[in-house]
């Protein structure tokens, strides 16, 4: 990897102005203690590691955002075969690279200016409601709520413009191989009831394994459907539409024009939706796939591919959907972490959560979180090199 203190620069003088851009735990105790308590380390989600692949942490650098003078930092981890770096400015996955492998395995920007004037919510945490709001409202135990509208002023994109992946987060705790982000969102803020104490845990558990945790909690009865929104890709071609995946799903939500799930499911079987079977990504994709009815434990639920580099990466998610977004939209003016402007395709977003759009569709698992309750994701990306 680059030298991370070089490969970040800020200049302090540039102002910060962010552009545009009741769900249980789990339907059993058993879902709750094994959330609660696993972070990854149990299951599906665990590997045993290697003695010889130790694991390290840093703090590498931090930067002043005029005129708040919040102090964000670089974290970076290493370990069982995967270097990341992690940003608290939107608790954003910055880079992320795979032993034997030199190209970085997300988009991401080597300057913070670029993340603040520039990002797509490039490698950050999406909340408290990623994906899209109809109409920016939705009624809570009888109560109606407004949500900033800041796409085509008709609907709520991830959380609005001040959402989750565009605050500053506080580093809460590191260790050798994971650190973990804190956010406390007043009440109000961007519309969203009650105030939201949230963390993002990002942890390397075992070879080419990264784990992001998801936890929040809520004062009022608010929405919550939080999710991590990196861009992959799995060589240095700068297109993934050859990339191979599959994603097992046999329904998928279809969407309007402005791909805001409409509530209709569809069949994928011999429709161009349908990845049950590994083949090229192709076309341009804004779409949540119906994995399951409810959270649950988590579970192998799609696999991306190379045929150049012959990297692979499994997805690994206790969500009940997965969102393939293909970055046909991707537009930053500004080089990428490989030196060159990320054109659309450059890179693809599978995003595990709850299913989107959910106000709006009471047929939909339920986002809705309560004062006592605790909202907990886990999903894990396992790269492979072979």
Known sequence: MPDPITAIRMDTSQRSVPANGHQRAGSSLILFLW??????????????????KLFSSRMISHFSILPENQDVRAIEIAGGGLHARILTWGASLQDLRLDGHAPPLVLGFPRLEDYLAHAAHHGAIAGPVINRIAGGMATIDGIHHSF??????????????????WQHWQVAA????????????PDGHMGFPGRIDATCRYELSGDGMLSVALRATTQKP????MGHH?????DDRGDIRDHTLRIDADRVLLADETDLATGETLDVRGTGYDFTRARPVSDPFDNN????????APQTVAQLASPHSRVTMDVITSEPGLQLYTGHKLNAPVAGLNGRIDKPFAGLCLEPQM??????????????????????????????NT
């Open 35 to 52: 959330l609660y308590s696993g972070y990854c380390r149990v299951a599906t989600c665990i590997l045993t590691l290697c003695p010889r």
């Open 148 to 165: 900033d509208r800041n796409e085509h002023d008709r609907q709520t994109l991830h959380g609005g413009a001040g959402g989750f992946g």
């Open 174 to 185: 590191t260790g050798a191989s994971f650190v973990e982000l804190a956010i406390s969102q």
């Open 222 to 225: 608010t929405l919550l459907n």
């Open 230 to 234: 990196s861009y992959f890709t799995l």
């Open 289 to 296: 796939f119906c994995l399951a009815q409810q959270r649950r």
């Open 355 to 384: 299913w989107p759009n959910a106000p709006d569709n009471p047929s939909f698992p339920s986002i809705v979180l309560r004062p006592g309750e605790r909202s907990q994701q886990i999903s894990c990306f396992k790269f492979t």
